[in-house]
């Protein structure tokens, strides 16, 4: 079965044999099929940050836009809480864009990543299966993908995910007594569709999301790789 099933927490890519064991016609046929759709979380203080990430890797996202709290000129929620700003977003993408992508990756202003790469690890597997993936990180008992190497959710897992936000308290601020960041809240939100966070390797094994600054760069980007 060319599709793999979900049923593991490390997501590896394909090798090149994979790939080969493809034919040409299906290749091309899952290529015209793959849509990515990147949405960009924004704080007011990295708005500037957009100008240029709208002129570098998100020209390769099949439709990229700005999720912002202050500009009217964008998508404005009226929020400053991170998790509401989240879950406002990803409903917001899932009910006008829901039907068009296969996958949606979000990231911050701070994060590079190349979107071909991304397509290639992604490229044998089913949207229709409900994928959870970057980099992950244990707190505690939980394990959730960083916000800040992006994280990317199949479109049957935007369907999960919509309906539980459609349940306010499901999905509700889960912060006792800190507050939980928004990536940790969607990692908790996730598990009442039971799904859990994959690591996102090549197929060495090696993480493709890498989450440490980039060298020679004044700014601490966070950036996806595949070697």
């Not at 199949?154 to 369907?159: F, W």
Request: aromatic content about 12%; charged content about 30%.
């Amino acid at each position: 079965n060319r599709m793999h099933h979900h049923e593991h927490h490390h997501l590896q890519a394909p090798n090149k044999e994979d790939i080969l064991k493809i034919s040409e016609d299906e290749r091309m046929e899952l290529s015209k099929s793959f849509r990515v759709y990147c949405i960009i979380l924004v704080k007011p203080k990295d708005v500037s940050l957009w100008a240029a990430v709208k002129e570098t890797w998100t020209k390769h996202c099949d439709k990229a836009e700005l999720y912002d709290t202050k500009n009217d000129n964008l998508f404005n929620i009226e929020s400053n809480d991170r998790w509401v700003q989240m879950r406002t977003a990803y409903k917001y993408v899932f009910e006008k864009y829901g039907d068009n992508y296969n996958w949606f990756f979000l990231a911050l202003p701070t994060t590079f990543a190349v979107i071909e790469n991304l397509k290639y690890l992604l490229f044998t597997r089913d949207a229709s299966q409900p994928f959870y993936l970057g980099h992950t990180v244990i707190f505690g008992d939980l394990e959730y993908v960083t916000v800040e190497g992006g994280i990317v959710l199949s479109r049957e897992l935007m369907k999960r995910l919509n309906r539980l936000l459609d349940n306010s308290e499901t999905c509700a601020d889960q912060s006792v007594i800190w507050k939980l960041s928004e990536d940790k809240q969607l990692a908790i939100c996730l598990k009442y569709a039971g799904v859990h966070a994959e690591n996102a390797e090549d197929y060495e094994g090696r993480d493709v999301f890498n989450t440490k600054p980039r060298v020679n760069k004044r700014q601490e980007d966070t950036y996806l790789r595949l070697s």
